[in-house]
């Protein structure tokens, strides 16, 4: 069960896309269309916003938006907002358990 | 409105155990699989156990199996933590999100903070 691997940062001036990717193996990204994305900001609980690879929770504004490539998953955040600021995690099923990336600070300049 | 709430957080001595719950409101908690999510003091997120919604099938995280049990009382609409033999590297704050392992987590509760330090 290791984690999921993510850039520790990334960063984009305002109206920027930037691009997080999430890299794990044949047991878990690569084998189930079932990776879901979730941002969280400081002192506060996580909050999805991509699931099952690139689906968008009612809400949930379209300039997040998510792929997938073998074994790698990628979050794109387009036109980037001060507010788009915090952590970023991927997670992925991986057979009778999930598993979390590593986390990504997203900075905006 | 869906809630959940986290309590029975605190502080704890190595060694020694602990209860949490979560109280779900607001939908119907016997239909849902629930999961339990940590988060170590400045670190990533960590997936730790989840329970189907008859509390039948259960899934743990190979750093908590044999030390946690997860389990649910739909009559009280509560999902519990049984966290024995803490270690220092169990401190963190425990998350209650309402789905299984193969779902997407939409419904978190704020949190409960265990520390484990003499």
């Known amino acids: 069960q290791s984690a999921l691997t993510q850039p520790a940062s990334v960063s984009g001036s305002p109206g920027q896309s930037i691009t997080i990717s999430c890299t794990g193996s044949s047991s878990d990204v690569g084998s189930y269309h079932l990776v879901s994305w979730y941002q969280q900001h400081p002192g506060k609980a996580p909050k999805l916003i991509i699931y099952?690879?690139?689906q968008r929770p009612s809400g949930v504004s379209n300039r997040f938006s998510g792929s997938k490539s073998g074994n790698t998953a990628s979050l794109t955040i387009s036109g980037l907002q001060a507010e788009d600021e915090a952590d970023y995690y991927c997670c992925s099923y991986a057979g009778r358990n999930a598993v979390f990336g590593t986390g990504t600070k997203v900075t905006v300049l | 409105e869906v809630q959940l709430l986290e309590s029975g957080g605190g502080l704890v001595q190595p060694g020694g155990s602990l209860r949490l719950s979560c109280e779900a409101s607001?939908?119907?908690?016997?239909?849902?699989?629930m999961t339990w999510v940590r988060q170590a003091p400045g670190k990533g997120l960590e997936w730790v156990s989840s329970?189907?919604?008859?509390?039948?099938?259960?899934y743990y995280a190979d750093s908590v199996k044999g030390r946690f049990t997860i389990s649910r009382d739909s009559s009280k609409n509560t999902l519990y933590l049984q966290i024995n033999s803490l270690r220092a590297e169990d401190t963190g704050v425990y998350y209650c999100?309402?789905?299984?392992?193969?779902?997407?987590?939409?419904?978190w509760g704020q949190g409960t903070l265990v520390t484990v330090s003499s």
């Open positions: 999100a309402r789905g299984a392992p193969y779902d997407y987590w939409n419904f």
């Open positions: 099952e690879v690139n």
């Open positions: 329970i189907s919604n008859s509390g039948g099938t259960t």
């Open positions: 607001g939908f119907p908690f016997s239909r849902y699989a």
